[in-house]
């Protein structure tokens, strides 16, 4: 018999579609097993400040599965353990204070819902006594020990569809298109939705590039017949020998914001090709909308898993995707870490066989 009675349920950094199929998932297997369930606000704020929590039933996660978004609220800056407060006793740290919510909230555990940073702070609570249950959330899949996350599915659908769309405009302009999209330091989403888009050339982070090569490649498509080209660049990514090119500094609290790559990109290759050169930033858009059927699928058995772990008493974990399983791994082996495409990956090797440049090397001259 599980001595878990109450939990809370949070949602850390970034929105990602299917945030709210977890909770959904949460909230139902948790009642079915006789458990209450609090939702707290905007991630972990909702545990520092009182008020921010709410009771969650079955009646209030009807309908959310299909939502973008999170109906708790997220917030990417709040790591309570860097912000110590100066108070009459002296510096208090806002992760005591977390904890003492939680113990005054009476709850037996939380499901913390986040990427790397969510999780990081979700294990440093672990260690402050505090049962932990870790779901991996992040449209980048860049999360170590899960192969998929759910959120990037969606993200990378409509990436592919937004690289569609520019094909049309790019071959009846006769243009090289750039097309901008998120991933931080990984290049999982330009790697899918450049392939699955049948972009031309993909840049990323793990392969740093020559806009001389891609140019290269460029004036090679036009004399074979090509008149258009789509060129994809993860944010991330960067020239040889240069640095990722950020819109915001970070500080302890905050990542550094990326951005700025395509523009660079797009004007440069319009120099080097005379040819007309656009570029679009995809930005939020790949956050935003309805999860698609993998995501929502992913993300209930993320949360059903959740509260498997929870009511047998497996804590301080995050749960996994590991074909055809979801399995557990522990959380201190996830946070401050970051799954990068390996450079010899299997979808690197085919997207050069068939074409595709990655900037770094000249791709072969076809012959047939
Ligand atoms: O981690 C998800 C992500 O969308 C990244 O791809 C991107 O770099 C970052 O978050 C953007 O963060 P913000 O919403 O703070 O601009």
Same mark, same amino acid.
């Given at each position: 018999?599980?001595?878990?009675?109450?939990?809370?349920?949070?949602?850390?950094?970034?929105?990602?579609?299917?945030?709210?199929?977890?909770?959904?998932?949460?909230?139902?297997?948790?009642?079915?097993?006789?458990?209450?369930?609090?939702?707290?606000?905007?991630?972990?704020?909702?545990?520092?400040?009182?008020?921010?929590?709410?009771?969650?039933?079955?009646?209030?996660?009807?309908?959310?599965?299909?939502?973008?978004?999170?109906?708790?609220?997220t917030?990417?800056?709040?790591?309570?353990?860097?912000?110590?407060?100066?108070?009459?006793?002296?510096?208090?740290?806002?992760?005591?204070?977390?904890?003492?919510?939680?113990?005054?909230?009476?709850?037996?555990?939380?499901?913390?819902?986040?990427?790397?940073?969510?999780?990081?702070?979700?294990?440093?609570?672990?260690?402050?006594?505090?049962?932990?249950?870790?779901?991996?959330?992040?449209?980048?899949?860049?999360?170590? *020990? !899960?192969?998929?996350? /759910?959120?990037?599915?969606?993200?990378?659908? #409509?990436?592919?569809? +937004? &690289?569609?769309? %520019?094909?049309?405009?790019?071959?009846?302009?006769?243009?090289?298109?750039?097309?901008?999209?998120?991933?931080?330091?990984?290049?999982?989403?330009?790697?899918?939705?450049?392939?699955?888009?049948?972009?031309?050339?993909?840049?990323?982070?793990?392969?740093?590039?020559?806009?001389?090569?891609?140019?290269?490649?460029?004036?090679?498509r036009?004399?074979?017949?090509?008149r258009?080209?789509?060129?994809?660049?993860?944010e991330?990514?960067?020239?040889?020998?240069?640095?990722?090119?950020i819109?915001?500094?970070?500080?302890?609290?905050?990542?550094?914001?990326?951005?700025?790559?395509?523009?660079?990109?797009?004007?440069?290759?319009?120099?080097?090709?005379?040819?007309?050169?656009?570029?679009v930033?995809?930005?939020?858009?790949?956050?935003? *909308? !309805?999860?698609?059927? /993998?995501?929502?699928?992913?993300a209930?058995? #993320?949360?059903?898993? +959740? &509260?498997?772990? %929870?009511?047998?008493?497996?804590?301080?974990?995050?749960?996994?995707?590991?074909?055809?399983?979801?399995?557990?791994?522990?959380?201190?082996?996830?946070?401050?870490?970051?799954?990068?495409?390996?450079?010899?990956?299997d979808?690197?090797?085919?997207?050069?066989?068939?074409?595709?440049?990655?900037?770094?090397?000249?791709?072969?001259?076809?012959?047939?």
């Amino acid at each position: 018999m599980s001595q878990i009675k109450r939990i809370g349920v949070l949602t850390g950094g970034g929105d990602a579609p299917g945030l709210n199929a977890v909770i959904r998932a949460v909230v139902k297997s948790a009642c079915n097993a006789g458990i209450e369930v609090l939702g707290i606000e905007d991630s972990f704020d909702g545990l520092i400040e009182p008020g921010r929590t709410r009771p969650l039933g079955q009646k209030d996660v009807t309908g959310i599965l299909r939502l973008g978004g999170t109906i708790l609220g997220t917030r990417n800056r709040g790591n309570p353990f860097a912000y110590p407060v100066e108070t009459s006793e002296g510096k208090v740290d806002y992760s005591a204070r977390v904890v003492g919510n939680f113990h005054e909230l009476a709850l037996d555990a939380l499901v913390v819902i986040g990427g790397d940073g969510t999780l990081s702070i979700a294990h440093q609570l672990a260690g402050k006594g505090i049962p932990i249950v870790g779901v991996p959330k992040t449209i980048d899949n860049d999360i170590v *020990g !899960t192969v998929s996350c /759910f959120g990037f599915d969606t993200a990378v659908d #409509f990436a592919t569809d +937004a &690289i569609d769309r %520019l094909h049309t405009t790019a071959e009846a302009h006769h243009r090289v298109m750039v097309v901008e999209v998120m991933g931080r330091y990984a290049g999982w989403i330009a790697l899918y939705a450049g392939v699955a888009g049948g972009a031309d050339v993909i840049l990323m982070p793990e392969i740093p590039f020559d806009l001389e090569i891609v140019a290269a490649r460029l004036k090679q498509r036009e004399k074979f017949g090509a008149r258009f080209s789509i060129v994809v660049v993860a944010e991330g990514a960067a020239p040889k020998g240069g640095k990722v090119s950020i819109v915001e500094k970070g500080d302890a609290a905050t990542a550094e914001r990326l951005g700025g790559i395509g523009v660079i990109c797009a004007r440069r290759l319009e120099e080097l090709t005379e040819k007309e050169t656009r570029y679009v930033v995809l930005g939020h858009l790949q956050r935003g *909308g !309805t999860p698609t059927s /993998f995501d929502r699928v992913l993300a209930t058995r #993320f949360g059903g898993k +959740a &509260i498997e772990c %929870l009511t047998r008493g497996e804590f301080d974990v995050m749960v996994a995707s590991k074909p055809p399983d979801i399995v557990t791994v522990p959380l201190d082996e996830v946070g401050g870490k970051q799954k990068r495409v390996p450079p010899d990956f299997d979808l690197v090797r085919t997207a050069r066989a068939i074409g595709i440049s990655f900037g770094d090397r000249p791709v072969g001259s076809a012959r047939c």
